[in-house]
């Protein structure tokens, strides 16, 4: 289980995360809405200390960790829990597909380098890119790199996988195949947090839906209850689109 409780994150003045508490249990997928400049990407950072909160605790199994007094081992401990999938990929251009995948396993986790090797092969086939193992990312379409993104990312079998917006940076037509990759790794029970904007595909794989504004938590609970049922007005406003449960599941993939 991962337990986040009364995280707080400032840049400067700016106070962008006011006291977030978030529990997600093993095997459960969170889906995290919201306007732009609502927090949910700092939130999703701070999860794995890409940005380092300034108040609060983080929970991961039997790891804990208080973010104000963190040391480079307990930040260590919660990163090896977690893999991040970014928006725009965060590929080395100077490596492979497959080489991409590699160099977590054998600087992070020291594995040999045959081993790192054969596992690479073995998720890129998994996510549909056998034939690109030895393609570099500028010979890789948008959504072939989101594809080895969330390879390198399984391949540290992680606690939790946090997807920041995956699709966002993706054009139209390559939205379905990327959005069905991860629709997989759900239903063979992994532990997820995506921030998205796909409204009709939070609502088909989520457990729980999230809406966020202004560093806070407005509203959550699970799809029908949050998509169909919202009891806050603004998450009223914000999903007036898709109150109707058929308009929602015709976005569905």
Known sequence: ?????NVHKSFQKQQVLKGINLKVEKGEVVCILGPSGSGKTTFLRCINFLEKADQGSIKIGASQVDFSTASKNDILK??????MVFQNYALFNNKTA???????????QKMLPQKAEELA????QKVGLADR???YPSQLSGGQKQRVGI???LALNPEVILFDEPTSSLDPELVGQTLALIKQIADEGGTMILVTHEMGFAYEIADTVVFMEGGVIVEQGTPDEVFNHPAEERTQQFLSRFTDHQKVGQQAV
């Open 98 to 108: 497959k080489e991409n995948i590699m160099v977590g396993l054998i600087l992070a």
């Open 121 to 124: 092969l073995e998720l890129l």
């Open 1 to 5: 289980m991962i337990a986040l409780e």
């Open 151 to 153: 390879a390198r990312a």
């Open 133 to 135: 193992a030895d393609f």
């Open 78 to 83: 919660i990163r090896r829990q977690t893999a």
